[in-house]
């Protein structure tokens, strides 16, 4: 009976604790970075003017690094795991565009 119960406890604990931070936005197939940067980080990120969408440590202005922070998230920010291929290219491409690099 007791590993019946923990059966049942463990997937519902490790389902919480992967869940926590990960959003789960997927953007529209015409999507452009543009629309999914409004819809997905300006909740967080809010553009600093007209033309600048972030502000970005040299370390990661680049759209490697950009792909894997938006997809792995980190402590304070969700990953957003659906924002793959294309989509992510997009993103990255328009946050590079539009961005201060400090
Ligand atoms: C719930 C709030 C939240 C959302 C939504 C969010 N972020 Fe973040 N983001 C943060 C926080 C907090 C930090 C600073 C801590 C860190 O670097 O992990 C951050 C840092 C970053 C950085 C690093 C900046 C630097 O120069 O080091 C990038 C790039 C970034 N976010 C991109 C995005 C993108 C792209 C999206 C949308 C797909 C997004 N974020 C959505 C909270 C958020």
Redesign the pocket.
Known sequence: MKTFKFALTLPALLILVGCGAS?DYTPPADATGEN??SS??T???KPLSANVA????EK?ANKEA?IK??QSG?????A?KN?QGEAADR?ADY?LKNSQV?
Do not use: D, V
Request: aromatic residues 12%; charged residues 20%.
């Open positions: 959003r999914i940067f997905a980080c909740e967080c990120h972030m502000n970005l440590s990661i950009l922070k938006f980190s402590m304070r920010m969700p957003f924002i993103l946050i400090k």
